[in-house]
């Protein structure tokens, strides 16, 4: 079975940074996601991580360690839009394509 | 290029009676897969159709169906509607390869009463 675990909530300071952390245990992996989410919205796209390390898109940046089965979302320089659910989501082994297990989402806070 | 487009928004049904969402993935995705979030589960996998052919399934009972036609437009059904099926359908396309990103449309609210 597949298992992925995510904080439910995080508050954090426009301006500042956040790490937003997802542990999963699967019988087969075949990456990771960090989708985001704003209220009453769909789901975008922000990273993929299929192999261990840090991968760098502007404000954010994802990293895996596979044999950890641990990710993070850095989040820097905080905005308020940043305001959202972010999901992590595993892809399996096995499944190619569409099929992805989400954990629960992890709805963001950022005060002035 | 135009998103993902899933019709209607919102639906409003009775229990046992059924119902079928449309889904009109982006141009070139092959891959259609559709999403139930509610806020008890997340989101869940429903299933997911490939050159019109059903290439991955969830483990939702078999009132739940789906389909793809030629033009990767796809359609969900669901028969003898029960309250607990309440909740926002998402269809999410893409190219269908490992790595490809879901693409999600704004979802349609189906509230059963």
């Known amino acids: 079975g597949q298992n992925i675990d995510q904080p439910t909530e995080m508050t954090a300071t426009e301006g500042a940074i956040v790490q937003i952390n997802c542990t999963y245990q699967?019988?087969?992996?075949?990456?990771l996601f960090w989708y985001q989410q704003h209220a009453g919205e769909a789901p975008t796209f922000l990273s993929y991580n299929v192999l261990d390390g840090l991968e760098e898109k502007g404000r954010f940046s994802s990293f895996l360690s596979r044999s950890k089965g641990y990710s993070y979302l850095l989040l820097k320089e905080l905005q308020m839009k940043d305001s959202a659910s972010y999901l992590c989501?595993?892809?399996?082994?096995?499944?190619?394509?569409?099929?992805?297990?989400f954990g629960q989402g992890t709805e963001l806070s950022v005060k002035p | 290029k135009a998103g993902v487009t899933q019709t209607p928004r919102y639906l409003i049904k009775t229990r046992g009676q059924q119902v079928t969402l449309s889904c009109s993935p982006i141009s070139g995705h092959r891959s259609v897969s559709w999403y139930q979030q509610t806020p008890g589960q997340g989101l869940q996998f429903l299933f997911e159709?490939?050159?019109?052919?059903?290439?991955n399934k969830g483990n939702f009972p078999g009132r739940f169906s789906g389909r793809q036609f030629s033009n990767s437009r796809s359609e969900m059904n669901v028969s003898t509607l029960e309250l607990g099926d309440s909740a926002l359908y998402l269809c999410?396309?893409?190219?269908?390869?490992?790595?490809?990103?879901?693409?999600f449309g704004n979802g349609t609210r189906l509230t059963v009463t």
């Open positions: 159709y490939f050159s019109e052919t059903q290439r």
């Open positions: 999410a396309s893409s190219l269908g390869g490992n790595g490809s990103p879901l693409h």
């Open positions: 699967t019988s087969g992996f075949n990456g």
């Open positions: 989501a595993v892809a399996h082994l096995y499944n190619q394509g569409g099929k992805l297990i």
